[in-house]
């Protein structure tokens, strides 16, 4: 007899995973797999078709072993996809596109105010709404044929089975699209007569419908199958620990490194640092502060695992070594800074240069939780919770709060899996101890935040 379990289809800008997930929420299947953007024409956009015979194929793989009774998307934000009755119109945008930026002049005059949205301006088409806007305008012919604007997650839903919806957590994210207070579309949509084209908003964790008879077919999954409405990644991620006491924060760390300070104070929020509100599955604004660290760090350390340990690290601290910020990403506190202005890095061996760019990292994810997380226990999820000494450099630098780390949980695939298992409780986690540091770290840090804002 086969075990039951649900597929997870987890949708990130760098990789694309799928995972079959227990009751008692025990990994039974996980793969994943990376995927590139499509440089065009008509512009830079996702490769959603590779992504569906990817998924499909995973499909066919897991239906002979388990008896599947759900399956959830979860995906990135900032990204939307514009159908007609049958499907895309035009590609799906990737939002580190420039294109959106030709256009800023005008929507400049029609963006909501960040008091409406807490939403901050942001390039490309990081805030879809002007990505939207943009391909209305350069595009007019193929928008006039839209019918349903879906944000990423429920295209994958719609994908699955046919059904078409809308969903709060996907369009809270910096989207300029939604007023979090009011918990309605912001205003920004009634300008531009779109509201017709955004589905009413579903609950995530509501079944939309049964999978597809095409993708059951293509599968071999039982048509019986259900397709939740599905969900924001970083807002998956943060499922697991919404009983906490609050403050809290949750550092959701992959590509993106989101830091979701639930109960902190809203007011604070400076947008020109890339601070915005998040928006739980229950509608709650939640304070967040982002840059793009797993891309940066990948930067750095040319995707090669090099040991580093706190040794190296104190060696870095005496040579005044330094990257600075930014380091290849988007978005971010430092996103308007000259990029990689380094310091005193020429001569040091590749482990050294490890231990610079776990160092930057740490500098960089201190920095943006002083502008959303002053208060409360800060829980680390994704690639960043394995790494020993980023956690402990970021214990050190912010003793007044606890840091502890997840690192077997695999973000916001395991987070999205609370939509079926809302009952599974919170994941074990682990306290960091900070370094026996004599105020080097301080020091360091002074004079690291002088010069990345000079």
């Known amino acids: 007899m086969k075990q039951s379990a649900v597929i997870v289809c987890d949708i990130g800008k760098t990789n694309a995973k799928i995972c079959a997930v227990a009751s008692d929420g025990n990994i039974l299947y996980a793969n994943e797999r990376n995927f590139t953007s499509c440089s065009g024409p008509p512009y830079t956009h996702l490769d959603v078709t590779g992504i569906w015979a990817w998924l499909i194929s995973e499909l066919q793989q897991c239906a002979p072993k388990f008896a ?10 900032a990204t939307c996809a514009l159908i007609d009755d049958a499907d ?56 006039a044929q839209v019918r349903n604007i879906l944000n990423y997650a429920q ?6 089975s046919g059904a078409v919806a809308g969903e709060i957590s996907s369009i809270g994210s910096h989207s300029d699209l939604w007023a979090p207070k009011a918990q309605t579309y912001s ?19 509501e079944v939309l419908a049964t999978i597809h008879p095409d993708v059951a077919r293509d599968t071999g999954l039982d048509i ?32 993106w490194i989101i830091n979701l300070a639930v109960g902190s104070s809203l007011d604070g929020l400076v947008p020109e640092f890339d601070c915005a509100a998040n928006v739980s599955m229950h509608g709650t604004p939640i304070a967040s502060s982002r840059w793009m660290g797993g891309r940066e760090f990948a930067n750095l350390t040319a995707g090669q695992d090099v040991t580093c340990d706190f040794d190296a690290l104190r060696e870095c601290i005496n040579l005044d070594a330094m990257y600075l910020p930014p380091q290849g990403g988007q978005g971010g506190p430092f996103q308007h800074c000259v990029p990689s202005r380094n310091v005193n890095l020429t001569k040091l061996t590749p482990q050294l240069l490890a231990s610079a760019a776990t160092l930057y990292c740490a500098m960089v994810q201190d920095y943006c939780l002083d502008l959303s997380s002053p208060e409360g226990p800060i829980i680390v999820t994704g690639p960043f919770a394995g ?53 080097v770290l301080q020091q360091y840090r002074q004079l690291w935040r002088q010069r990345a804002r000079a």
């Open 68 to 77: 599947i009774n759900k399956i959830i998307p979860s995906a990135h934000g």
């Open 88 to 143: 895309l119109v035009l590609p799906v945008l990737d939002y580190e596109d420039s294109g959106p930026d030709q256009c800023e002049d005008v929507y400049a005059q029609i963006r909501p105010p960040f008091t409406e949205t807490l939403s901050p301006p942001l390039p490309g088409g990081l805030n879809y709404g002007r990505g939207i806007f943009w391909i209305a305008q350069t595009y007019p012919d193929q928008f």
């Open 155 to 160: 295209y994958w839903s719609y994908k699955l």
């Open 187 to 205: 205003s920004l949509v009634g300008k531009m007569n779109w509201q017709h084209l955004f589905p009413a908003p579903r609950k995530a964790d």
């Open 224 to 255: 019986t199958c259900q397709v939740l409405c599905g969900i924001h990644d970083s807002n998956a991620t943060l499922l697991p620990w919404l009983d906490r006491p609050q403050p809290f924060t949750l550092s959701s760390t992959g590509t």
């Open 387 to 439: 790494n020993e000494l980023f956690l402990g450099t970021l214990a050190t630098l912010r003793a007044n709060q606890q840091i502890w780390a997840c690192p077997g949980m695999t973000g916001s695939a395991s987070g999205a899996a609370y939509l079926a298992y809302p009952d599974l409780g919170a994941p074990q986690l682990s306290q960091i101890t900070p370094f026996a540091d004599d105020n």
